[in-house]
């Protein structure tokens, strides 16, 4: 039993993980689409190609961090809300630095307005980058890819 529960334990922080990779790449991306003169690299606008490299290089990373297909496939769905959290407490702090004045509750749905593609764009990105980062996973470490789909 207690073997069963320590294994259980380590595949929910490899999700976690994983899933905080994405979410961080996430709230990042969302963050500069609304203000890419905040962010780095600094513009006047946002950069698409941009936005697209680091979602997928974060998706592929956040793949080769977990176990299986079953675990990246979890942590791609898990780091939606998570990277949301994220951007919406990053807005704040130019909100209080006074560069634009919104109410403390209207804040999450500009985030929203503001970043439905980029919201949109990642739930596709990192589950193909689930699949990628497992097979690159796999391909370094020297065994069948098929095996590891199944869990």
Known sequence: MVRELSAKFHEVMRVLRSACILALALAYTAFYSIFPSATF?????????????VLAVAS??????????????????????LGYAVVVLLVF????AGLYFLELSVVPFFVARYTFLVLALSLPLNLAGAVAGQFLRDR????????????
């Open 140 to 151: 370094f470490r020297g065994g069948r890819f098929a095996d590891r789909l199944g869990g």
């Open 60 to 81: 592929v990373l956040g793949g080769i961090e977990t176990g299986n297909l079953k675990e990246a496939v979890l942590s791609a769905v898990v780091a939606l809300p």
């Open 41 to 53: 690299p600094v513009s006047s606008d946002a950069s698409f190609v941009w936005i697209l490299l």
């Open 93 to 96: 702090s130019p909100a209080f």
